[in-house]
Structures are given as C-alpha cells and as structure tokens.
C-alpha cells in the first residue's frame, strides 16, 4: 500500500513558476515509476510527465523544455518543476505510483495559471 499526498499548487501569473511535491509513504518507493497527470475542467485525466523506477523520463509534448520531474528514492518523494506557465497549464495536478498491477493516486493538487 502506498499513500501519496501531493503539494505546492497555487495561483501562479502567466510566465512564473511552480515546484510541485509529492511524498509518498509505505515500503519499496524506488520500485515504482512515479508519474505526474493532470486533470483540466471538463477534460480527461491526461499524463504529464513520468520518471521509471531506473530514472528515466518522458513527458507529453506540451510541457516539454517547460516542466522536469525528478526524485528521491531516499526521501520517497517526486517533484514536478513547472517553468513558463501558460493559461492551459490550469488543472488538478495529481501524484501517481505504478507497479504493475499496483496502481496508487494522491488526492490532487490546484494549479492555476492567470493574470
């Protein structure tokens, strides 16, 4: 079992930044790949950015040269470092730990982008 509580969201202007958190409880964190999706109004769920369990990264073209995900095995924790903010970037971001058939969801949380 693996909780995930994520933080960091907020309201951001146009062109700023945020570093969103995510940590994570319960055992073997290093063997999951850690994954970042968001979830805008009145549209799907859609995956933003995942890092494997050996560290590698992929990310959905639009957030490519914008956003990094990283983590640390040590600490249990990922994070999702968003640059160049843009209006559609506007969503509930949401934390999730994959492993097969072992799948796991934070609760979310609320990036706005606006002036």
């Known amino acids: 079992q693996v909780q995930l509580v994520e933080s960091g969201g907020g309201l951001v202007q146009p062109g700023g930044s945020l570093r969103l958190s995510c940590a994570a409880s319960?055992?073997?964190?290093?063997?999951?790949?850690m994954g970042w999706y968001r979830q805008a109004p009145g549209k799907q769920r859609e995956l933003v950015a995942v890092i494997t369990n050996g560290g590698i990264t992929n990310y959905v073209d639009s957030v490519k040269g914008r956003f990094t995900i990283s983590r640390d095995n040590a600490k249990n924790t990922v994070w999702l470092q968003m640059n160049s903010l843009k209006p559609e970037d506007t969503a509930v971001y949401y934390c999730?730990?994959?492993?097969?058939?072992?799948?796991?969801w934070g609760k979310g949380t609320l990036v706005t982008v606006s002036s």
């Open positions: 999730n730990a994959n492993m097969g058939y072992m799948n796991y």
């Open positions: 319960g055992s073997i964190f290093r063997l999951y790949d």
